[in-house]
Nanobody
């Protein structure tokens, strides 16, 4: 299983950006997909996660109401729609996948088995 996040870039405060995560390999439709980020000088933190069906995603409090996670199983792709971006959202964003058949939307990075290389999002003030 390989993951590739894309869509990062330089935006201004208040702008929107959509990240994509393409998953190759087996069983995309049965994997929980999570989004994490690592800001400069900080630890990696949970952003959100989505189940197989796409229903009821889980979000970190810091992004709730501004970010939306979705997925298209037919395209093996998950998305992170980011609205009203703030400078504090500047980070490298990673998508990750849990093992096939696991249903829990974990907030712990250690629970995700597969990771992509990340995409940089920079929000200027």
């Amino acid at each position: 299983v390989q993951l590739q996040a894309s869509g990062g870039g330089l935006v201004q405060s208040g702008d929107s950006l959509r990240l994509s995560c393409v998953v190759s390999g087996r069983s995309f439709g049965s994997r929980v997909i999570g989004w994490f980020r690592r800001a400069p000088g900080k630890d990696r933190e949970f952003v959100g996660a989505i189940s197989w069906s796409g229903g009821s995603p889980s979000y970190a409090d810091s992004v709730k109401g501004r970010f939306t996670i979705s997925r298209e199983n037919s395209k093996n792709t998950a998305y992170l729609q980011m609205n009203t971006l703030k400078p504090d959202d500047t980070a490298v964003y990673y998508c990750a996948a849990r093992g096939s058949g696991i249903t829990v939307l974990s907030r712990s990075a250690s629970q995700y088995q597969y990771w992509g290389p990340g995409t940089l999002v920079t929000v200027s003030s």
